[in-house]
């Protein structure tokens, strides 16, 4: 079996699969994924996981499940904290994510942080 990494070009909306450009966008031009951003501020006890409740940075138009994946940087890796990746309901005004502090020290999470 090959394994081939993916990965997601933000600037140009593409799924990139070895050499292969997938377009992440719907007929009407809108993108088929949108941000996920923490609510407000909010303090993940070290060695502990809970859900945090985020808000979806922009609309999915009429998709009404998404998949949740985490980024690979940002404040959530920086601060050693792991999101679990889930499918959400698009149609909510709250994403519930499920994170886990790696280590003893808590993290403060600032509201608007992209998980």
Known sequence: MHQAGAQIDL??????IVNQRIDCRTRD?????AR???????RVPGDHEMIVPCNLAS????A???LLEPIDQGMFSQSSILVAR??????????????????????LLKRGTVC
Do not use: C, F
């Not at 031009?29 to 994924?33: C, G, S």
């Open 59 to 62: 609309d999915w138009g009429k």
């Open 29 to 33: 031009d809108r993108p088929l994924y």
């Open 64 to 66: 009404k499940l998404g």
């Open 86 to 107: 889930g499918l959400v309901s698009t149609g909510n005004v709250t994403v519930h994510v499920k994170a886990m502090k790696v280590g003893r020290e808590d993290r």
């Open 11 to 16: 600037d140009k909306l593409q799924l990139v």
């Open 36 to 42: 996920v951003v923490v609510e407000s501020d909010i």
